[in-house]
């Protein structure tokens, strides 16, 4: 994160805030590179918001310090801060049109009047609305909207923009069409992208690097690569995609992890594992093979866990099938529409089945039972409500 | 997300500049309202002077001479016409605030004007049009003399003054109501419907527990103004049944008994507050009971979805009734424009059209001389409680102030307590202060009535402003100033606007708090209308109340219908 010698856009340290017993943001320190797309991830009222708001100056920390570009800006006003926010009401002034809510910043600032047009328009050619300048708010889509209040952000050129779950209010297709744009925009004005979404996806396609918050605490910093196939914790695991989740201990030898019911399943042991000690097995369910159980592939990684075949479920670009294991548990298989689903079309629900996977699919978290994600929906596998995820079964 | 601090975002923190904005209301509010309410309460116990006026002592006298039997007479009169007003108003109120909510949403603003144009219209205006509509020889008479019925004129009576009553106060029960129906899911009616309860059942368990808090306003908004009602009892009553509104006056300005009228102000202000806790007291407690009622409904399986005779004969008799009302808030106005152009001087002949009354209108100087007197102190007041008002809203709604409930509470103050016991107890402590009546004392009287609307309206547009508009402006460099001056103001100004125009038509209306404020040379045209009219009515004063009328359609243009209904109604709950 620190390729360059430069200061960090971001740096926090200590950063605290309570609103009266309430910590609503636990001391965190955090550095945000110069051109990042940086999400911060949480579900509603982890303090993602109360942090950003921290950021550019609305809310005073109880603790800390925040850092703009190497230079403390603790005493600082939000004004005066080299930083600007996109809303979520986008907040755009109605009284005002397009082109003047764009000048706003730049009339403010009293920049020179022959610099104020070609800027203005340079941010309205940038989210292509240069055809609607004349035209107020209220005219316009929501999309349109909020193409309108990121030129706005960005047409002062700061170091920092900083967007408040911005596609919120927007309809799924158009949300997607705006997570490439908003990509593509934050490349081509090469500006920090600080976005807080509570929306996994959101935050999987577009971020350079993710901090998923819960509870306050930022509990993982990573790439979303690393966000989703290493996840450090069970919350994360289980809030980012959709993950099969088994308690278990490590085994004498320190080599597998024992899950009651079940026996030693195969897992890639991480060097600090202690033998006896409590772990999570976190395996996601599209790298989870579902097979027969009378016809066990010779090249199974390792040895499978048997169960039952409970039901399958269509979601379009795959099948997602529940299995129930001897300990009771369910997991979740997930099997790419096509060929390899349509094999599996013959095994009746009921029967038998084997699930295999790789020892480097199942991660080893720490046990923290404390930090358990609401629920693991996501939009590539919703586990069917009617089948308990393993993280609600004991094993 | 994060519902409790959302309401805390975008205020400026606790700061001497939010206070310091709250003083010039604070003191128009201890200065003109509690000073002279605790005067009164002393007043109360005064020896007063069988010459006329006060000196001064502890005596119980007063209250003790209240329970002679013609003053308890006229109370117990006075409170059964207030209470008859308030029931009848809310029951008509109901009606016509269901028939509005449940029009579809284009028709909804266009029905709300036809009931805000009769409320905004003079309050003069509308009751002497009673005695053109129901006097000798006007159209009613000569409507009953068509079916054979020997009548000679309806003024004065008791039916002309519930009428006029009525007609009144009804428009201020149907805002109120129609606001709590607005916030209801109409979904519900087909839910109850579906799930089995007729038209009854759909009101007695789900209109009206949601819009409770309607009604008690509506009862509260025409109970206490009943009370201190004066000029219909004298224009339609004959003052053979006067409210205790007249007798106050009587005693103040005739009898200048004012301990006595001090005394009987302390009782009806009393009263008004024993109805205000009540009321508080009833709706305090429906709250928790409410889910008590979701349990009982009989399922009435016989009629399922929608399929209820009875309830669409229900629906269409109510719609059959508020359309009647219409009707009835119309038929007043409709005379005054009607006779305004009548050449015969007589209202039961229509001789042809003339504009002679408003040429006669423009070349009396005494009521020119009003009106100018009228538009100056409406003017000024206007234009003190709006500055004042604005200075308030931007404190109680940008600053995180310190017991914000006591100060709205506060402001308030002039809304709940009865007119008439306002303006005893600013003539009180004028003539104490040995201030003189005139244009000053006029003024500040105004101001304690118009700056509660005032600081109302503002109040609600301000508070429906994004705040993230404001936080928006200084994240791009505005400062709080220019953060003013470039999106607060001007989006504000439509309300300002708003405030001003309310608060001018309300002053200039007014008769109440003029008629103890006002002094030699200094008429205000409700004053100088109200002495014409007691010995009669001319059509000269028909053509005034057209032109009062027209300019009271000015005013809601100006202020615009949406911009009405919200300040009326509330904010729309459906973007």
Not at chain 2, 145 to 164: E, I
Request: proline share 7%; charged share 15%; with cysteine.
């Amino acid at each position: 994160m620190n390729e360059t010698t430069e200061s960090p856009a971001v740096k926090l340290t200590g950063l605290t805030k309570s609103f009266g017993a309430n910590q609503v943001v636990q001391p965190l320190d955090l550095e945000i590179g110069r051109n990042e797309f940086f999400s911060i991830l949480g579900p509603s009222g982890c303090g993602k918001t109360t942090l950003m708001r921290m950021i550019t100056g609305f809310e005073t920390p109880t603790g800390g310090s925040v850092e703009l570009d190497g230079k403390n800006v603790d005493s600082v006003p939000t004004k005066s801060r080299d930083l600007n926010m996109l809303f979520q009401s986008y907040a755009l002034f109605p009284h005002l049109s397009v082109y003047e809510n764009v000048a706003f910043e730049l009339r403010v600032r009293r920049t020179p009047k022959r610099e104020i047009d070609g800027r203005v328009q340079d941010a309205l050619a940038l989210v292509r609305l240069e055809a609607f300048a004349e035209r107020k708010p209220a005219e316009l889509s929501g999309g349109q909207r909020q193409r309108v209040a990121l030129a706005r952000a960005v047409v002062g050129r700061p170091a920092v923009v900083l967007l408040d779950e911005p596609l919120g209010a927007l309809d799924q297709k158009l949300r997607k069409e705006m997570q490439f744009e908003l990509k593509r925009m934050q490349r081509e004005v090469g500006i920090t992208f600080i976005y807080v979404t509570h929306d996994q996806e959101e935050a999987l396609t577009m971020s350079d690097r993710i901090a998923v918050m819960s509870e306050g605490r930022v509990l993982q910093v990573a790439s979303p690569t690393e966000i989703y196939d290493a996840p450090a914790s069970r919350f994360v695991a289980t809030f980012i995609g959709s993950c099969n989740v088994l308690d278990g201990v490590v085994d004498a030898a320190g080599t597998g992890v024992v899950v009651p019911g079940l026996g030693a399943l195969p897992a890639s042991m991480p060097a600090e594992a202690r033998p006896g000690s409590g772990v999570t097995l976190a395996i996601r369910p599209e790298r989870v093979t579902l097979s027969p159980a009378v016809t066990v592939p010779a090249s199974a990684p390792s040895d499978g866990v048997a169960g039952t075949l409970l039901e399958r479920v269509f979601l379009g670009d795959e099948w997602t099938f529940h299995v129930r294991l001897a300990s009771d548990a369910v997991m979740t298989v997930s099997v790419p529409s096509g060929a390899a689903a349509a094999a599996l079309g013959a095994i009746p629900d009921g029967s038998p089945v084997l699930l295999t996977w790789a020892a480097s699919d199942a991660r080893v978290l720490p046990a923290d039972g404390s930090l358990v994600a609401p629920s693991s929906s996501s939009s590539s596998s919703p586990s069917a409500p009617s089948a308990p995820s393993v993280s609600e079964v004991p094993a | 997300m994060n519902a409790p601090r959302s309401a805390r975002r975008g205020r400026i923190a606790p700061s001497a500049a939010g206070y310091l904005m709250l003083l010039p209301a604070l003191a128009v509010i201890v200065l003109l309202v509690i000073v002279p309410m605790l005067v009164i309460a002393r007043d109360s116990f005064a020896i007063s002077d069988p010459l006329g006026g006060n000196l001064g002592g502890f005596t119980l006298d007063n209250y003790a001479k209240l329970i002679d039997p013609v003053y308890l007479k006229t109370l117990g009169y006075s409170l059964g016409m207030a209470l008859l007003n308030a029931v009848v108003c809310t029951v008509v109120g109901y009606i016509v605030a269901y028939y509005i909510a449940t029009r579809r949403a284009s028709l909804q603003p266009v029905l709300l004007v036809l009931v805000i144009i009769p409320f905004l219209t003079d309050f003069l205006v509308r009751t002497f049009a009673w005695i053109t509509l129901l006097g000798s020889g006007g159209p009613f008479i000569s409507l009953l003399r068509a079916f054979g019925v020997d009548a000679q004129s309806l003024v004065p009576s008791q039916l002309a003054v519930t009428l006029s009553l009525l007609y009144a106060f009804l428009p201020v029960a149907v805002f109120p109501i129609y606001a709590s129906m607005r916030s209801i899911d109409p979904s519900l009616k087909e839910a109850a419907a579906d799930l089995g309860a007729g038209w009854w059942q759909t009101h007695a368990r789900v209109f009206l527990p949601l819009s409770a808090s309607g009604l008690a306003s509506s009862v509260m908004l025409t109970f206490v103004p009943t009370l201190g009602v004066f000029v219909i009892p004298v224009l339609l009553g004959g003052g053979k049944d006067p409210l205790v509104g007249n007798l106050i006056v009587t005693l103040f300005t005739e009898f200048r008994n004012e301990p006595l009228g001090a005394a009987l102000s302390m009782v009806v202000l009393v009263l008004m507050l024993a109805s205000v806790a009540g009321a508080g007291l009833l709706l305090r407690k429906r709250r928790p009971a409410q889910p008590r009622h979701t349990h009982g409904c009989r399922r009435d399986r016989r009629h399922p979805n929608h399929r209820h005779p009875k309830g669409r004969v229900m629906d269409r008799l109510t719609s059959w009734i508020a359309r009647a009302v219409f009707l009835f808030l119309y038929l007043p106005i409709a005379a005054l424009i009607v006779y305004s152009f009548n050449s015969s001087e007589v209202s039961y002949r229509f001789d042809g059209f003339t504009f002679r009354w408003y040429a006669e209108l423009f070349a009396d100087r005494m009521l020119l001389e009003a009106l100018r007197t009228s538009a100056i102190v409406g003017l000024i007041a206007a234009l003190l409680a709006t500055v004042i008002g604005f200075l308030t809203a931007f404190a109680l709604v940008r600053f995180r102030v310190k017991g914000r409930a006591f100060f709205v509470g506060a402001i308030l103050i002039p809304l709940i307590v009865p007119e008439i016991v306002l303006g005893v107890s600013l003539l009180t402590v004028f003539s104490t202060a040995g201030i003189p009546t005139g244009l000053l004392t006029l003024v500040l009287g105004h101001v304690v009535i118009t700056l509660p609307l005032a600081t109302l309206v503002l109040m609600g547009a301000m508070s429906s402003l994004d705040p993230s508009l404001s936080e928006a402006a200084t994240d791009l460099g505005a400062s709080p100033w220019v953060t003013f001056r470039r999106v607060l103001f001007p989006l504000l100004r439509p309300s300002i606007l708003a405030a001003f125009l309310l608060s001018f038509t309300t002053s200039f209306s007014n008769i109440v708090i003029s008629t103890f404020t006002a002094g030699v040379g200094t008429t205000t045209l409700p004053l100088r209308i109200y002495s014409t009219l007691r010995t009669g009515l001319t059509p000269e004063l028909n053509a005034l109340g057209t032109l009062l009328v027209v300019a009271t359609l000015g005013v809601i243009l100006a202020v615009g219908v949406s911009q009405m209904r919200r300040i009326l109604a509330g904010p729309s709950t459906t973007p």
